[in-house]
Structure formats: structure tokens, C-alpha cells
DNA sequence: TTAGGGTTAG
């Protein structure tokens, strides 16, 4: 160690101890003690105060701060500029502004260099904090500083990420009359730019500029247009822009092809993305190696496909060649497992992370929590929070949203409303997702006025209405029979955008037509299905051809889906060479027909009866290899029920469980119902035995024999089963229990219809109270007083507990259920019984007892709100400023 | 130390 020079000494020690900040800080502050210390270069202040950012210690650093403003003058300004300029590269943001602010405020005519103004501006920009953004420019100014390249490249990247990319361009074409030129990244982030808005043309211009001005395009800005031409599907340009880049010298390597590959599994065409990956795999053809992001692309592309078994044996390859060991491959198979309803097994996976250490992060749990809440199993997205909140990750607006969105399509408004609250009190903010989802919400129920101040309000936060909220709204219009209003607003849209729904009525939104063209909302394609659908189902069929018509005029290009409406309307309509019309269009097109479109097709022709027609279509799903599932079967087994053929349709179980298909409870279900139809309850009870070995001992199954039963006057086996599922603890409510006691009753058979009543109270289920009526009637008649005033006191009692559980109808019922459907369903069916039970005149006078607790109770109003009464939907977004 | 390919919600 060369100790002649004292200074030297202090450069060396920091430098000897930069893995050790904590010791070297020491080492610092003991020679800086020293009265013949000489003041530290700004190159040691620089390892020193990097080594302590890195190692986050924050006190240190400030105490750092404190020593060097007492350097000589000298010395200070220079020390404090390596300072600030450590600490903002750490991304220790506030220090470094801090430090910045010494700096300005001690030595105001020395100027700060323009780095640390850029990695100051590169932070700001990154936490989108647009005023830090806006004062240290103007103390860049200040300072005498001209801002360089780099400072335009990150304000053009910025603006480019917000979307903003007529100002990108502004400030770009302002650089080139400026001292400072555009470098290669400049072109790359203003390229970038356009292609991420789909905009790969006006990307692709740039190139000829790049000429013009002498700047070669290197591999990275060759692949930036690459994966924008074949993300919009263009891929004769990307094609000829790889023949363009190799005439340059240029050679297209891993990022390139993954682009292709990319681009190919999200057009479906897996197996052809399989194909180049396996290439890649191959030593003698020399191309790139697949790496990690090959890897992860083909994964994805598999699990979207539905492919999960090549999924599975790729992700065991992964391990075993270690390229599955990121926690980023450990989410794409997360996703894939949740988006093939391998819940459990997601599940499963996320536990074993925790357990294997491979911290899961805030991705992995909203992952799992999304796919969870999709399957309407909130209970468990709720305890993956908790799992989450335990492993100290806590929820974002992500996590929210998705939870909103579950409770919101399970029509659990109190929930919904809970989950809002929740978020913003843990300072998380709705977005525009999280305001469509509610948006999509209300308009569901109907709620129109309140879905307008949703927009209101979204539009007073700044959150721009997307196509996604356009479309929220034009499906509402449509399936609220608004149908030209839509069509309005579709053909409003071409010109103003989302500005196009003002015409709902709200005046303010006219205030927000989109200025640039750029990021005007247009049409697409799930707004013209919607519109399309509406019109069909509305029997309009000829505008929704128009419509057809003008979509692909705007180049958008159907895809089976709206083929599919057109289909499903036409054989609605029983216009069956229309529909086939549209087949041979689609196949014509390009668009393959699903199993979906053949299984409409089937459903026509089954309507009417064209059994030889039927044969035709799965003759030729069979050569077309499009797989038959088990819709495709029940339409058969359903039209040849319909033909009184129900022995056939009973055939077809076989056909199917050997073509590996399992029949649902549908398909029992059909066939049930033929049997019992024909009265050959033989053969209905054999397949309902069929049915609970395949499906379980499921409770539709029973009711629906049950019911079968009890209409065909078969009283004692749908007792029989009636009696097995208040042994299993079913929900009664879809079992004939009232008509059951009253045919029993008819029969003469009192005690039998007593005993189901007994049952019923002994298994604590609360039931209709006028399924005691006929008892009572009976037992009166008899002569037996007593039970008939027993029986009375229990329908009494039975009525106060209706009172106080408003919505219950079985002791095994689940809580929560969608309000409106219960009110219609449930007030409807018990207010009638209940006005036939008053109108009676048998002087009785019971009824006119249990009138007066109805009065109390049931039918007056006391279905609560959507919303809960205290809780205004909107009034989270007061506090959020 | 600013530009390319992979993971979450409507």
C-alpha cells in the first residue's frame, strides 16, 4: 500500500472495503477525524456512498451527507455531486434529491453534471412522479445545463410508455434541429413507441429517416419492428425485413425468432411454433439456441391451446434442464394450470413454492386468486389472500379487481361493495379495469342511471373510457332492447371515439373527445359481435348482415364467434341452408369451424327433425377431424328424444363412453324425462341409477326423478326419494314436497303426507308453510281436532322463523345469492300460495292469525338493496382525492 | 446506463 500520499491512503482503504460499507464507513469516519486528513476524492466518496446505497443503509448516508457539506469549498461541491449521483443510480430517490438540494443551495454557481440530472429524470419518470419530472428540468435550466440526448431519449421513452406518442414524435423531430442528435436509441425508443400502439408502419418509415441522417439500424431495432409486424399479424413485412436486415450484415438470433414464435402461439398455430422451436433445438441446422424465454413461450402457447398434458412433459424437460427454476417460469405455468381449471393443482403448486422457498410473488397469487374467482370459489381466493398477507406480499389493485369482478358476477353486491372499501382504505386505487368491472356490474342489474355517474366519475378521475367500457355499455344497450341507441353509438364512434357515448345523455362526455387520433377508441371486433348478437336475438337479422358487411369493410376480420351468431340465429329461425350458407362462407374465409359451430348446426337440424341431415354434419366433423363433445351428443340425444325415439338416444351413452366422452347430467337428464314421458319408468329409473354412478349423488338428479315421479302419480317412489334427500341434507326447494303432501293427502293417504311434514320440521328444513294446508284440512275433516291445531302451531311457528331469515328456504342452503333473482323467484311463488290461503273461507280463522304475521314479515320490502342502504358505491372515489 | 422476445384483473 503506498501510504507516501496521505490521500492516496483514503482512496485505497475505501476501495479494499467496498464489499464491507458497513467497516469502510467506519475506516472513513476515523481518518476523516484526523486534523491532517486530507479531503477524500470524489471517486472514493463515489465507491463509499455506492456501496452504502446498495447495502440500503440510509442513515449512514445521511450522516455521509452531513460530513461532506463540511468540506472545504473546494472539495464539497464535487464530493456531494459522487454522492447524489451514488445514490440516485441506487434509486434511492428522496436521498438523492436531497442531496441535490445541499448541493444547489450551498454552490449555486457550480453546475451539477447532466448525468445526475438524467438518472434523477430516469427515476422520476419511473415512479411517475411528473412534478419531480417538471422542477428538476427547470433546475437543469437553472444550472445552465443543457439537456443531452440521453435526457430527450428518456423524456420520448416516457411519453412513448403513457401512450403519448404525438409528443414523443414532437420532441424527437425537435433533436434533430437541436445540438443535441438522435442516436440509434432515440430511433429505437421512438420505434418502439409506435409499434407497442400498433402503429408498425409509421414505425417502419423510420428506417428511410434513419438512412437519410447516416445512423445505422442495429439487431435490436431490426427486432422491435420484427415482433410488431408479426404481433399485427403482418408477417410478409417482418419476412421481408429479415431478408433486409441479413442484406446489411445483420443476422437474426434468439430475440428474433422468439418474436416469431410469440407471435404464432397467440394466433393459435402452436404446433407450427413447435415446429421452429424444436429446430432451434437442432445442432446441424445452426440456428439459435431456444433459452429461457423459448422456453416460457412454447409453455404458454401450450397451456393456451388447452394442451396441458405437452404442457406437463415440457415443464418436467424445463427441470430437467434447468430451465425451470425462475419464478417467472413457475408463473406461466401457474397461469396455465388455472386457465385449464386445474385449480387445485395451481394451487397446490403455489404452497409448494412457499415450501421450496421460491417465493411466490404478487403475479403467482393473483394468478391463482383470478382463476379462483372465475370458478366462483371466493372462499378459496380469500384464504390465498391470507396465504398471501402471511408471506408479507399484500394485495394490489390487481388482486382487488379480480376479487370485485368475482363477487360482482356472482351478483354479491354487499361483498362487491366491501371489497371497494377495503381497497381504497389500503391505499389502493381503483383503475380503469376495476371501474369496468363495476360498470359491467351495473349495467348488468340494470342500473343504468348509476352505471352513467360511474362514467361521470370515471371521466372526472382522468380514467379514459376504453373500447373495454364501450363496449361494457353497448352489450348493456343491447340487452336492455336499446338497439339502435348501440348502433348509434358504434357509428358515433368511427367519428368521436368513446366521446361517442355523450349521446347517452351525458353532455359532459362530449367535453372529452379523444384529441389525437392516435388513441381514439374505434370499434373492433368484440363491439361489432356485440352489436351483431343484439340484432340477431332481436330477429333483426338483415341489419346485423349490414352490420357484417360494414365491419369487414373496416378491415376487421370476423372470427368464428360471429360466424357462430349468424349460424345460431339462422337455425333459430329454422333457415337451415342459411346457416349452411354461412359454413361454407366461414370455411371460404379462413375461419375454421369449432366443434362449437357444429354443434349449433346439429341443434337447427334437430329442431326439425332431419335425422339424415344430422348423420351428414358429424360424418363430416368426423373427416374434418373436429372432435365431437358431449353437446354434440346430447343435441342428438335430445332430437331423438324429441322424435319419441328415446331407446336410440339411450344407445348413444354407449357410442359415447367409447369414444372417451362422459356423459353429463344433461344427458341423464334428457333421457329421464323421455322415459318418464312414455311412462316407461323402467327404464327412467335405470338411467337415474346410470346417472348417480357417473355423476355423483348429485341433487338435481334426485329432484328431477322425483318430480318425474310425483307428476306421473308414482306417489310412494317419489316419497321414497324425497326421503333420501332429506337424509343426504339437500336443499329441498326444486322437490315437489307441496304437491307430494297435498296428492298424498287427496289420496286419502293423511299419515303418509303427516310423516313427510314431520320429516321436514325434524330435519329442521324451513319449507313453504302452505304445504301444511291440506293436512290441516284433512285432519279436520276427520274429526281430529288436536293434530289440526298442533300442526297450526307449527305452520305458526314456522312462519315467525320464515320472518326472521328472510331469504332461507333450506337449512343447507348457501348464504348469499343473487337478490333480485331470489326476490322474483321467492316472493312471487309464497305470495301467491299465501293470497289462495287468505281467500279461502273455512273458518278456520288461521288464516287471517298467519295473515297478520305476513304483514310483519314476508312481502313487505324486506329484500335489502343491491347495495347496502348506508353504502354509496361511488364514494370511494371522494377519498381518494 | 435510455430501444427487442416471456407472467395477473375488465
Not at 109 to 133: C, E, F, Q, T
Request: proline share 4%; with cysteine.
Amino acid at each position: 500500500m503506498n501510504s507516501s500520499n496521505p490521500r492516496r491512503l483514503v482512496d485505497e482503504i475505501l476501495r479494499r472495503n467496498a464489499r464491507n460499507p458497513a467497516l469502510a464507513w467506519r475506516l472513513f469516519k476515523h481518518l476523516l477525524s484526523s486534523p491532517s486528513a486530507p479531503a477524500p476524492s470524489p471517486s472514493s466518496i463515489f465507491s463509499l456512498s455506492r456501496a452504502l446505497a446498495h447495502a440500503r443503509l440510509l442513515p449512514e448516508l445521511d450522516h455521509l451527507h452531513h460530513l461532506l457539506l463540511n468540506l472545504p469549498p473546494s472539495a464539497a461541491p464535487r464530493c456531494l455531486t459522487a454522492l447524489s449521483l451514488a445514490s440516485s443510480m441506487a434509486g434511492i430517490l428522496d436521498h438523492a434529491l436531497s442531496q441535490l438540494h445541499s448541493l444547489r443551495a450551498h454552490f449555486p454557481s457550480h453546475a451539477p453534471p447532466i448525468r445526475l440530472y438524467n438518472s434523477l429524470l430516469g427515476w422520476s419518470l419511473k415512479a411517475n412522479r411528473s412534478d419531480l419530472v417538471e422542477a428538476l428540468y427547470k433546475d437543469m435550466l437553472l444550472a445552465r445545463v443543457s439537456p443531452d440526448t440521453y435526457t430527450f431519449n428518456l423524456l420520448m421513452s416516457s411519453l412513448c410508455d403513457s401512450g403519448r406518442l404525438d409528443e414523443a414524435r414532437l420532441l424527437f423531430d425537435r433533436m434533430t434541429v437541436k445540438s443535441c442528435q438522435p442516436n440509434e436509441f432515440s430511433f429505437g425508443i421512438l420505434i418502439r413507441g409506435y409499434c407497442k400502439a400498433g402503429f408498425s408502419l409509421r414505425a417502419v418509415e423510420l428506417l428511410d429517416v434513419m438512412e437519410r441522417v447516416g445512423c445505422l439500424p442495429n439487431l435490436v431495432i431490426y427486432n422491435t419492428l420484427i415482433s410488431g409486424f408479426c404481433r399485427e399479424g403482418r408477417i410478409g413485412e417482418a419476412k421481408s425485413l429479415v431478408e433486409r436486415m441479413r442484406k446489411e450484415g445483420l443476422f437474426p438470433n434468439v430475440v428474433t425468432f422468439n418474436a416469431r414464435i410469440s407471435a404464432l402461439c397467440k394466433t393459435g398455430k402452436v404446433l407450427e411454433a413447435y415446429r421452429i422451436f424444436r429446430d432451434m433445438q437442432n445442432d446441424e441446422l445452426g440456428l439459435p439456441r431456444p433459452n429461457q424465454i423459448t422456453f416460457n413461450l412454447i409453455l404458454d402457447g401450450f397451456c393456451n391451446g388447452g394442451m396441458v398434458d405437452e404442457a406437463r412433459a415440457l415443464v418436467e424437460s424445463m427441470k430437467e434442464s434447468g430451465f425451470f427454476a425462475q419464478l417467472e417460469n413457475y408463473n406461466i405455468w401457474l397461469s396455465g394450470l388455472v386457465k385449464n381449471g386445474r385449480l387445485l393443482e395451481a394451487r397446490m403448486l403455489l404452497e409448494d413454492m412457499v415450501r421450496k422457498g421460491l417465493k411466490p410473488n404478487l403475479y403467482s397469487y393473483n394468478i391463482v386468486i383470478d382463476g379462483l374467482c372465475k370458478e366462483g370459489m371466493i372462499f378459496g381466493a380469500e384464504s390465498v389472500i391470507s396465504l398471501m398477507r402471511n408471506n408479507g406480499i399484500s394485495s394490489d389493485t390487481v388482486t382487488y379487481s379480480t376479487l370485485l369482478h368475482g363477487y360482482c358476477t356472482q351478483g354479491k353486491a354487499y361483498g362487491a361493495s366491501k371489497i371497494l372499501h377495503e381497497m381504497v382504505s389500503n391505499g389502493c386505487f381503483p383503475n380503469s379495469f376495476t371501474c369496468n368491472i363495476l360498470l359491467q356490474s351495473l349495467w348488468k342489474e340494470g342500473r343504468i342511471s348509476e352505471a352513467e355517474i360511474l362514467l361521470q366519475k370515471m371521466n372526472e378521475k382522468g380514467y379514459g373510457l376504453d373500447i373495454v367500457s364501450c363496449n361494457i355499455v353497448i352489450d348493456g344497450l343491447c340487452e336492455n332492447g336499446k338497439l339502435d341507441k348501440a348502433m348509434e353509438i358504434v357509428e358515433g364512434m368511427w367519428q368521436h371515439g368513446s366521446a361517442a357515448l355523450g349521446e347517452l345523455g351525458n353532455a359532459f362526455l362530449v367535453l372529452v373527445d379523444d384529441v389525437n387520433d392516435s388513441k381514439k377508441c374505434l370499434p373492433d371486433l368484440i363491439t361489432y359481435s356485440t352489436l351483431i348478437s343484439g340484432l340477431c336475438n332481436a330477429g333483426r337479422l338483415d341489419e346485423a348482415k349490414k352490420k357484417f358487411v360494414e365491419m369487414t369493410g373496416k378491415n376487421i376480420a370476423p372470427d368464428s364467434v360471429i360466424y357462430d351468431t349468424f349460424i345460431h340465429a339462422f337455425c333459430k329461425h329454422g333457415k337451415m341452408s342459411s346457416a349452411f350458407k354461412v359454413l361454407r362462407d366461414m370455411e371460404k374465409k379462413g375461419c375454421k369451424p369449432s366443434t362449437r359451430t357444429y354443434n349449433l348446426l346439429i341443434w337447427g337440424l334437430g329442431s326439425k327433425q332431419q335425422f339424415n341431415e344430422i348423420q351428414n354434419v358429424t360424418n363430416e366433423m368426423q373427416e374434418k377431424g373436429i372432435p365431437l363433445d358431449v353437446i354434440t351428443y346430447n343435441n342428438l340425444i335430445r332430437s331423438l328424444c324429441d322424435g319419441e325415439m328415446a331407446r336410440k338416444a339411450a344407445s348413444l351413452l354407449e357410442e359415447m363412453s367409447k369414444n372417451g366422452i362422459m356423459p353429463n347430467i344433461t344427458s341423464f337428464s334428457l333421457l329421464i324425462k323421455a322415459f318418464s314421458k312414455s311412462s316407461d319408468f323402467d327404464a327412467a329409473q335405470a338411467i337415474f341409477h346410470g346417472a348417480l354412478t357417473t355423476c355423483g349423488q348429485k341433487e338435481v338428479l334426485y329432484s328431477l326423478m322425483c318430480n318425474e315421479f310425483s307428476m306421473n302419480g308414482k306417489l310412494l317412489e317419489a316419497k321414497e326419494l324425497l326421503q333420501i334427500a332429506f337424509e343426504r341434507g339437500f336443499s329441498i326447494e326444486r322437490f315437489p314436497y307441496k304437491h307430494l303432501v297435498d296428492e298424498l293427502c287427496k289420496e286419502q293417504r293423511v299419515d303418509d303426507a303427516q310423516s313427510l311434514l314431520n320429516s321436514m320440521i325434524n330435519k329442521g328444513y324451513l319449507f313453504d308453510p302452505a304445504a301444511f294446508m291440506p293436512v290441516i284440512d284433512a285432519l279436520g275433516k276427520k274429526g281430529n281436532k288436536h293434530e289440526a291445531d298442533k300442526l297450526s302451531e307449527q305452520m305458526m311457528d314456522m312462519a315467525t322463523y320464515h320472518d326472521k331469515s328472510k331469504f332461507l328456504t333450506s337449512h343447507t342452503q348457501h348464504s348469499e345469492m343473487k337478490p333480485r333473482r331470489i326476490k322474483s323467484k321467492q316472493d312471487t311463488s309464497l305470495e301467491s300460495d299465501w293470497r289462495n290461503l287468505l281467500l279461502r273461507d273455512d273458518g278456520s280463522g288461521i288464516a287471517m292469525k298467519v295473515l297478520k304475521r305476513v304483514q310483519k314479515g314476508w312481502g313487505q320490502g324486506s329484500i335489502p338493496s343491491p347495495w347496502p342502504q348506508n353504502i354509496d358505491p361511488f364514494d370511494v372515489w371522494e377519498s381518494t382525492g
